[in-house]
């Protein structure tokens, strides 16, 4: 045979192979059509029926409720650098009181525990767990000794958490997140997922941009509608609640054992678990409206509302072979693994449906290679027929009005709606910017999607012939924000000699009882008095200790102002100098709050220390005057314990006015403080 002939043959086979691309295509993006109009369709619906019944969800809800112990689980393997700052982000910023934070980390990553020792030294409601094994295990075997010592703490403290939270350690979770947990657990849901939303990154950055679109896409639509026809939610392992009730169940089913072990997608297995012993799993998109700065056209600042989601935030990997991981990661327990654990044996259509989604990437990243590798020949071809006249012709690949012609017209069709509704999803998180980028990073994400497959393959078929086993393959994560952790009180006390460490002891033994801050226990023994405290907090927070009188507050500036983010914070606005605007408080105010505060006033801050009392005292003057200074205390607790939001105030201090009713019943007057918040404010 001649070489033309051979390379007819070759030709022939690509024909064929278009045919079998296009069909798996085709088959893949009508189930995605599907999901597109059951989403449009159940939203009009939504629109012009429940809406106009039932108003929007008001966020205020959440404040209503009394708060049930949660128990935080963050499973951590080599997070030096992460896992400090994610856990006292969250305890520095949660609107919840009533929580506690277990983070699981193994014998032998010295580096990890010392770095959560330093969060747990600063929280009374941080605590460290160390596995048994060493690491890595697998994050299902970190988490089930983490869950294993939060049954022992319950036993210990005799308490009951009604609700145990997954995170990663890289997640920043949004402050409103455990009040909306609490609130949906009394309504009897045992699973709550909510939205996951990476960090915006760099235009360039297609590996990392392409998690924005994937998941502005799955957690904006397919994740509802998935919820409204079958009532299956897979956790996404970050941002998940687990009711008492459903851990029970899963240990029950696990001899002991909360998660399945040998599975890299334990979230999505548990999900599954729960969904087949008919409990209920729900998925919590809610809608916050902030109040942010911006400049409008002629370069003035203006205040202006949007709506963010309660939802978590983390980075995602920006490398495209940390991105091959991740994705083979999550392919091998989805596909693989759930293919042979959970299988296809289950009643109804609906079921079969949706595992079929969730394993049909071994499919389609089959087709989209094949198509990758198809549309290169074909433009080889035509470049080759364009350089040179000496070229053999053969009969058209797709005839105009075949088969294939009209199959490829519809997937035409089928990939401008992908791109239109991915731009869609993407604009609602990210922008206009984010849905333009969208459109080259579908290309980009499915050649990451391929390769992850590749990788997923090769590493199953190891497995299988007994050349590998699968570890905690876990990909390293970057955290947005810095904290630092100063030096604690009583090593203070100690360095300057103003107690011994049987005397420091005691005094960190009726700590743990009573939760009393460590000055407020010293003050009260007459170790130390007030000043003398606020200097010793100084050097703690490498803060400048200053004496404060009236004349040197800047009322302008304090008018500007929150007064409620003041109070909450004890802060007091100093009158500018040197182009600096001072702002003292009674320790250290946490970077969030100043840089807030430096949107408003426009002006940079520089921070400093005074004593509590003084602040107190010109905070009542200034602030709230109105207020009695038993209201006022009460107020200030109210905001520092996040007993309600803060837009609601000036609602409950004009019913103060116009009824004469005190602070508490005011509140109340308005469903807030129920019996165990009041109990607080009373303590």
């Known amino acids: 045979m001649e070489f033309i002939d051979f390379f007819g043959i070759y030709w022939l086979i690509i024909k064929y192979l278009i045919y079998f691309a296009a069909i798996i295509i085709l088959l893949s993006s009508l189930d995605d059509f599907f999901i597109d109009c059951y989403y449009w369709i159940r939203r009009v619906w939504r629109k012009i029926t429940v809406y106009k019944k039932h108003p929007p969800f008001n966020v205020n809800e959440l404040y209503k409720n009394e708060e049930k112990p949660i128990a935080i689980m963050v499973p951590a393997w080599q997070e030096t650098g992460v896992v400090a700052e994610m856990a006292a982000l969250a305890a520095s910023t949660f609107e919840y009181y009533n929580y506690h934070i277990f983070i699981g980390t193994y014998p032998n990553d010295p580096d990890t525990q010392a770095e959560v020792d330093q969060v747990v030294n600063h929280y009374h409601n941080v605590h460290k767990v160390v596995t048994h094994d060493p690491g890595p295990t697998s994050k299902s075997d970190c988490l089930n000794n983490v869950i294993e010592q939060i049954f022992m703490f319950e036993k210990r403290h005799n308490i009951e958490f009604e609700a145990f939270v997954l995170h990663d350690a890289e997640d920043v979770i949004h402050p409103l997140e455990l009040k909306l947990f609490n609130h949906l657990l009394g309504k009897g849901n045992d699973l709550i997922q909510v939205p996951v939303v990476p960090f915006e990154r ?213 990939l401008l709606n992908r791109v239109v509704q991915r731009m869609y999803f993407t604009y609602l998180n990210f922008g206009v910017r984010g849905a333009l980028l969208s459109v080259p990073r579908i290309i980009w994400g499915n050649i990451i999607n391929i390769f992850a497959m590749w990788r997923a393959t090769v590493q199953v078929l190891n497995i299988k012939s007994g050349v590998n086993n699968l570890s905690w393959d876990k990909t390293t994560h970057d955290f947005p924000v810095n904290t630092t952790l100063s030096m604690r009180l009583g090593e203070l006390c100690l360095e300057h000699n103003l107690l011994d460490h049987t005397e420091l002891d005691k005094v960190l033994e009726e700590q743990k009882v009573t939760h009393k801050p460590l000055g407020m226990i010293l003050m009260e023994k007459s170790i130390l008095n007030e000043e003398d405290l606020t200097k ?116 409950i201090l004009s019913h103060r006015e116009q009824t004469g009713d005190d602070l508490i019943t005011s509140c109340q007057y308005f469903g807030f403080l129920p019996a165990g918040q009041l109990q607080r404010i009373y303590i």
Not at 403 to 414: E, K, Q, S, V
Not at 577 to 594: C, E, R, T
Not at 612 to 626: A, G, N, V, W, Y
Request: glycine share 6%.
């Open 202 to 414: 760099k235009w360039y950055e297609f590996t990392a941009g392409h998690y924005e679109d994937e998941f502005a896409e799955t957690h904006g639509k397919d994740m509802l509608v998935r919820e409204s026809i079958l009532g299956f939610v897979p956790s996404a392992g970050v941002g998940t609640a687990l009711s008492r009730k459903a851990i029970k169940k899963l240990v029950e089913l696990h001899d002991g054992e909360v998660f399945i072990l040998g599975t890299l997608t334990e979230d999505y297995n548990l999900g599954f678990e729960l969904f087949r012993e008919n409990m209920k799993l729900i998925f919590a998109r809610v809608p916050v409206t902030i109040e942010y700065t911006a400049k409008n056209a002629f370069g003035k600042p203006v205040t202006r509302k949007k709506e963010v989601l309660v939802a978590v935030r983390e980075f995602f990997p920006s490398t495209f072979s940390t991105a091959v991981r991740q994705k083979s990661r999550w392919i091998i327990g989805i596909v693989f693994q759930g293919w042979k654990s959970i299988g296809w044996n289950y009643p109804g259509l609906a079921t079969k449906y949706i595992l079929f989604r969730d394993r049909k990437a071994i499919f389609t990243n089959l087709a989209n290679l094949l198509a990758y590798f198809l549309v290169l020949n074909v433009l080889i071809m035509m470049f080759y027929a364009k350089m040179t006249t000496d070229t053999w012709w053969y009969p058209e690949l797709v005839p105009p009005g075949s088969f294939l012609w009209t199959l490829l017209i519809l997937n035409a069709f089928f």
């Open 536 to 651: 010793l907090l100084s050097i703690q927070n490498d803060l400048e200790y200053i004496d404060v009188g009236a004349d040197e507050l800047d009322h302008s500036a304090i008018k500007k102002a929150d007064p409620y983010i003041l109070l909450e914070h004890d802060i007091l606005i100093l009158k500018k100098h040197n182009g600096i605007q001072p702002f003292v408080s009674s320790g250290q105010v946490v970077d969030v709050v100043v840089d807030k505060c430096e949107s408003v006033l426009k002006n940079n801050i520089e921070l400093f220390i005074t004593k509590s009392s003084t602040i107190e005292s010109l905070q009542h003057q200034t602030l709230f005057k109105d207020l009695s200074m038993d209201e006022f205390r009460q107020l200030k607790m109210i905001l520092k314990h996040k007993m309600l939001p803060k837009n609601i105030m000036p609602q």
